[in-house]
Structure formats: C-alpha cells, structure tokens
C-alpha cells in the first residue's frame, strides 16, 4: 500500500462547476499537508499549504484536512477552464525534509 | 517570489552519455532536491542536498549523482544515460512555506 493515495482521474467537469479532489494516507505522523497544481510541461506549483487539521480558503480553492479519517481534500469553487492541470497532494512530518507525494489527479474544466 | 531554474527544458541524450542537468535558485536556501516524474509513478526522489557539498541518495538514486559547489547551484548528473532515465526531471528548493520547483527538463535518451 502507498503512503499518499491519490486517484488519478482524469476528472472532466463543466466551467461553474465545484470540483472536490483528495489524497488518503496511512501515516499518521504526518503535520503539514500541501496542494501543488502542474499544467502540462510545468513544474509543479504550490497552491495551499496547511499545518494540522482544519480548513484553509485562499480565493476560489479551499483545503480541508481530517487528520482523524487521514483524508485530505482541496475544493475548487466556480470552476475554470485555466484550472485545467493535474493536481498533486503532498504531505510531511514535521522535522522533516522529505515530502512524500501522490501521484496526481489530471482535471479538465470544459467550457 | 522564489524563482528555480533549470537550465533546459528538452533535451536528447545518446545512451552511454554523461548528461549535466543544472538547478540554480535566487535565494539563500539550504535545501535542494532533484525528483524525477513518470506517469503513474509520481515524484520520486533522486537526491537531497542540505548544504555545500553536502548530500543524501533519495530513493532512487542508481545511475545518478549530484554536485554542489555553490549553495544556489545543484546539479544532477546521468553518468552513464540510459534509455530507461528517459522521463521529467525536476529541481526544487525548500523555503519557509514549502517546496518551489523548476519548470522541469524533459530529457530523452535515445
């Protein structure tokens, strides 16, 4: 079994659209969870960076952690077609370097 | 913002070459990391650099090494290129709020 899980998608919704995406992982020692979004040819780039439980807003894109469940989400509102990417959870201990990442869901937002 | 660069975005190797593929980041961080990326597959780790010429093997680091000379400088190198180190290559540093990549090289071995 992985770490992060992640499924891989693709997820096609209309533009409006509110798209939840999430990652399970199994170790519990995990702190700091993050989103990156990667468009095609690019690096990844960071989205939302949360410590702990509980939920982060910045604009459109909320993240959510359930350290309980270990089960995290990100909700994209008003979905748009510049949202189009694959979306990469990743998560650490605190202390730590070393991220461990899932392996991404591909979203297209059709408009 | 914190910007990495690397050095190209495609290249084409011959098997059995050696491939320098170079990192610079603008500021101060000790932490650098090389990852490669397959479909399916994710990120995986290839090495970590903490400091100047320091280093630790990540967990695939066969067929590679790395050099850092320089605290904004990290490179990867492919001794020996093979047709399975085809893939994307990713630098990233590590600043306060988390990991910042590169744009990637997508390197080829042919």
């Known amino acids: 079994q992985k770490e992060v899980e992640q499924d891989p998608g693709p997820l096609s919704v209309p533009e409006g659209a509110i798209v939840s995406l999430n990652c399970t992982y199994s170790?519990?020692?995990?702190?700091?969870f993050m989103w990156y979004r990667q468009y095609s040819r690019k690096g990844p780039e960071l989205l939302m960076y949360?410590?702990?439980?509980g939920n982060k807003e910045d604009g459109r894109f909320t993240a959510q952690v359930d350290k309980s469940s270990k089960y995290i989400s990100l909700f994209i509102r008003d979905s748009q077609p510049s949202d189009s990417a694959t979306y990469l959870c990743?998560?650490?201990?605190?202390?730590?370097?070393?991220?461990?990442f899932g392996t991404g869901t591909r979203l297209k937002v059709l408009a | 913002d914190v910007k990495v660069t690397q050095s190209s975005r495609y290249l084409v190797k011959r098997t059995g070459e050696k491939v320098f593929l170079e990192c610079v980041q603008d500021?101060?961080?000790?932490?650098m990391f090389w990852y490669r990326q397959d479909p399916g597959l994710g990120l995986r780790l290839i090495y970590f650099?903490?400091?100047?010429?320091?280093?630790e093997k990540g967990d695939i680091p066969e067929g590679y090494s790395v050099s850092r000379e320089k605290k904004e400088r990290f490179s990867l190198i492919l001794e020996s290129a093979s047709t399975n180190q085809t893939s994307m290559y990713l630098c990233?540093?590590?600043?306060?709020?988390?990991?910042?990549f590169g744009s990637g090289t997508r390197l080829t071995v042919v």
């Open positions: 650099s903490y400091d100047v010429k320091m280093k």
């Open positions: 949360t410590y702990s439980s």
């Open positions: 500021m101060d961080h000790e932490n």
């Open positions: 990233a540093e590590q600043g306060p709020g988390g990991y910042t």
């Open positions: 170790n519990s020692a995990f702190q700091y």
């Open positions: 990743a998560m650490t201990e605190s202390g730590t370097y070393k991220y461990i």
